[in-house]
């Protein structure tokens, strides 16, 4: 009888590349480790907020870095990332509290489609250069996801109920105890200890504490699927 598959969670938001780059080599690996992968739509803002981080765009020579590095790393990664025109604009005024709030309406009740919505989000803002603050933007991106346009419509609906609120609420601020200071964060609970790691560049370091082998970002014989 095999090992019981640990618990990786992965806490994101579609307003960062890095959170995307990240989720979709777990994406890929869900199925080669042992693994049972949560995925944690979470609040980028509330979490630099609770910690008293900035963004790092706000500093020229990091904003400067952060292209490079976020291009460099797409063609690593292969998840065809392109930076909206007005960066700054996306970033520190739109936001991404109804998308977010979105995903979490469909964890709670689509938890099963939740990969593909949050990818198809994430290729509306980072490949295409689309808004994801306007509804119509967001139903789009959840009946190319598989969703019917009566569900996304009903979803829609929901994001401004207590319920959905709350639960993202609940989500950032779980991020937020396990340290979290900005996303993505990835939490290994194994053999009854837990362990955060910041970033997307860490999944060596997962695999380690996994016990599990790193074949880079896309294994071998696997195709990426963007």
Request: glycine content about 6%; aromatic content about 8%.
């Amino acid at each position: 009888m095999g090992t019981l598959p640990r618990t990786v969670e992965l806490f994101y938001d579609v307003l960062s590349p890095y959170s995307w780059m990240g989720f979709e080599v777990l994406c890929r690996y869900q199925n080669i480790w042992n693994i049972n992968l949560q995925l944690r739509p979470s609040l980028i803002a509330g979490i630099m907020k609770d910690s008293g981080n900035k963004p790092p765009a706000l500093l020229p020579r990091k904003g400067q870095y952060l292209r490079r590095d976020v291009m460099l790393l797409s063609q690593y990664h292969q998840v065809p990332l392109q930076f909206p025109k007005d960066f700054l604009s996306v970033i520190l005024e739109k936001g991404s509290l109804s998308a977010m709030r979105f995903l979490t309406a469909v964890n709670l009740e689509h938890p099963e489609i939740l990969e593909k919505v949050s990818r198809e989000l994430w290729m509306r803002i980072w490949s295409r250069d689309e808004d994801i603050t306007e509804p119509q933007s967001i139903l789009a991106a959840a009946e190319k996801a598989g969703l019917s346009a009566e569900q996304a419509r009903g979803l829609l609906e929901k994001i401004s109920t207590p319920k959905v609120k709350n639960q993202l609420k609940e989500t950032t601020e779980a991020a937020c105890k396990y340290g979290a200071f900005g996303l993505p964060i990835t939490v290994a609970h194994v053999d009854g200890q837990t362990h955060m790691l910041f970033g997307s560049d860490r999944m060596e370091v997962l695999a380690y504490l996994l016990g599990e082998k790193w074949m880079g970002p896309v294994p071998p014989a696997m195709n990426a699927r963007l």
